[in-house]
């Protein structure tokens, strides 16, 4: 992979949008709306996900972020 500054949005797009996404997205958690660039939950299962939930989300994908882009400085 390239360096992570030299990356275009198209290429950063295409990145996040395989692998683990392609899994939820086969099992219909998730969808990526791509007229709108927006991933969406699935609706039955977002209105289960309480708001302790949503913060455990972004806390781990905050975290996830960090990581990653940790490992490719």
């Known amino acids: 992979m390239k360096d992570a500054s030299s990356l275009g949005e198209d290429e950063v797009r295409r990145i996040m949008l395989q692998n683990p996404f392609e ?3 086969r099992r ?3 969808k990526y709306d791509r007229d709108l660039a927006y991933f969406r ?3 039955r299962l977002w209105r ?3 708001t302790d ?3 455990k989300i972004r ?3 905050h ?3 960090r990581g990653y882009y ?3 400085v």
């Open 70 to 72: 940790h490992d490719l």
């Open 63 to 65: 975290k996830a972020i």
């Open 23 to 25: 899994k939820y997205e």
């Open 41 to 43: 939950f699935e609706y």
């Open 53 to 55: 939930d949503i913060e």
């Open 59 to 61: 806390l781990r994908c």
């Open 28 to 30: 219909r958690y998730m």
């Open 48 to 50: 289960q996900i309480d």
